[in-house]
């Protein structure tokens, strides 16, 4: 008798794998854009350190560690993966990498994924090592809920992936992604918790603030190491940022553009 036959990865699966493998040696050659995507959420929380010092944090139940440690992987968020796949999706559809990819066998959406795996699995690994590296070396700790750091670390990497998407469809060039890229990156880096918590901010503000696309993600991934969110308000900012995330995916499938802007 002979044995059991051996189980092949699906085809989709097969071609995923081949285009993010082609999307990994292509980003590996852009010096450029690893040394932001790798150095710039390494080095920017030392940066803001005096600045958390002074907010007195520890009144508001949040200690120095982790909000460097939410800012390190805030800055993941937005240099790892948000900003490296704008350069990345405006270079391939200029290069005509998405036009001629649509001719084959992959779907619109393999293709958006495949391009987007390895930054969401660089900003992913990051996010991990930041983890361990800030509870050893900033003492905070180990996470009072790992299951909501967890849930927010895949909220922040899928919506940075499917806003990627969307600014480089407003995009005319590689060049003019640095700038295009700009507004979403301030308004996340002072409003949504990355820089300093929103928890130190007026209440009016905070509860603002607490609506900007990347906020529901900072607040999981802060909250799973304090411990201070209740579940309604956990799920308060699960279900803003799914809110977000179906609205981006929608906005990518109205607007995306395949082909050069001209």
């Not at 150095?39 to 120095?64: C, I, Q, Y």
């Not at 200029?94 to 393999?110: I, Q």
Request: hydrophobic letters at 55%.
């Amino acid at each position: 008798m002979s044995g059991p036959a051996l189980k092949t990865p699906a085809p989709s699966a097969r071609r995923l794998r081949a285009l993010a493998r082609a999307e990994l040696a292509l980003l590996g050659r852009n010096r450029g854009v690893v040394f932001t995507a790798l150095a710039v959420p390494l080095a920017l929380p030392f940066s803001v350190r005096p600045a958390l010092d002074r907010t007195e944090m520890e009144k508001h139940g949040v200690s120095v560690g982790a909000a460097m440690l939410t800012a390190a992987i805030g800055f993941s968020f937005l240099f790892a993966v948000y900003t490296s796949l704008v350069n990345a999706y405006v270079a391939r559809r200029e290069e005509l990498v998405l036009k001629r990819l649509r001719t084959g066998e992959l779907s619109d959406t393999e293709i958006l994924v495949g391009t987007a795996l390895p930054a969401v699995g660089l900003g992913l690994a990051q996010a991990l090592l930041l983890c361990a590296g800030c509870a050893v070396l900033l003492h905070a700790g180990a996470p009072a809920a790992p299951y909501l750091t967890l849930l927010g670390l895949v909220a922040g990497l899928v919506l940075c992936a499917a806003l990627a998407a969307l600014t480089a469809s407003f995009t005319r060039t590689v060049e003019s992604g640095q700038v295009t890229a700009l507004p979403l990156v301030f308004v996340s880096m002072i409003g949504s918790g990355i820089t300093f918590p929103t928890e130190v901010m007026p209440d009016r503000l905070a509860s603002v603030c607490e609506l900007l696309p990347l906020s529901p993600a900072i607040r999981l991934v802060r909250a799973g190491w304090t411990g201070q969110l209740s579940a309604y308000e956990a799920l308060g900012a699960a279900a803003t940022a799914l809110a977000w995330a179906v609205l981006a995916v929608f906005a990518v499938r109205r607007w995306f553009r395949w082909e050069p802007r001209r």
